[in-house]
């Protein structure tokens, strides 16, 4: 994973840009998985339940349209798998979420889609002296399971890879309970 700035209107912004508000970017995360090893909608289902998807332009204490919630699709199929568990997840949780879903290339016309944070953000609560805080705020609702919510053609295709062990062991808590984790990897059937 990297951190960085995307869905914004202008090319290459800093830190300081994005939080001006003038840029329109959000903080982002950008992750690189191998698809035969980890689904798509294991790293989906991992979004949904790390953070408040509902809390607007904001993630608890740190607000402004840089801490909005934000997923970019790369194709129809990502498109409805991202439309569908949100569906799914708002009525489990009965509030509006309020998740910004845009394809990655309507920000083209903007110089793409994604940039890079500075290296002092990159596995910022990794380094010793960081100072975690909690503004993710995790709601604690696992998503309902995938046969329930994910489109009938799409199934076989996108299946989860991550068995319920994992997320039973794993899964993100109520609270705050990502910056908690621990930062070692965890390893294939710990779980």
Same mark, same amino acid.
């Given at each position: ?5 995307? !869905? ?8 300081? @840009? !994005? ?16 698809? *035969? ?11 949904? /339940?790390?953070?408040?998807?509902? *809390? ?6 740190? =607000?402004?349209?840089?801490? =909005? ?9 990502? %498109? ?7 569906? !799914? ?6 509030? %509006? ?10 920000? @083209? ?26 503004? !993710? ?10 046969? @329930? ?14 068995? @319920? ?15 908690? *984790?621990?930062? /070692? ?7």
């Amino acid at each position: 994973t990297a951190v960085g700035y995307c !869905a914004g209107f202008t090319p290459n912004p800093t830190y300081e @840009e !994005a939080c001006s508000g003038r840029t329109g970017h959000t903080e982002g995360v950008r992750v690189v998985y191998d698809p *035969s090893k980890v689904s798509f909608v294991d790293i989906m289902r991992w979004f949904w /339940e790390a953070h408040d998807p509902c *809390s607007g332009m904001g993630q608890g204490n740190d =607000r402004g349209t840089q801490y =909005r919630s934000g997923f970019y699709y790369m194709n129809d199929d990502q %498109k409805r798998l991202i439309e569908a568990s949100k569906d !799914a997840y708002e009525k489990q949780l009965g509030k %509006k979420i309020t998740t910004e879903v845009a394809g990655a290339d309507d920000y @083209e016309k903007y110089g793409g889609l994604w940039y890079f944070g500075e290296v002092y953000h990159q596995q910022y609560l990794a380094k010793p002296g960081s100072r975690p805080y909690c503004s !993710a705020q995790p709601q604690g609702v696992s998503l309902a399971p995938f046969a @329930e919510w994910c489109p009938e053609d799409l199934q076989e295709k996108y299946k989860p890879t991550l068995p @319920e062990a994992f997320w039973k062991a794993h899964a993100p808590r109520k609270g705050c309970s990502v910056v908690n *984790s621990p930062n /070692e990897p965890i390893k294939v059937g710990d779980w």
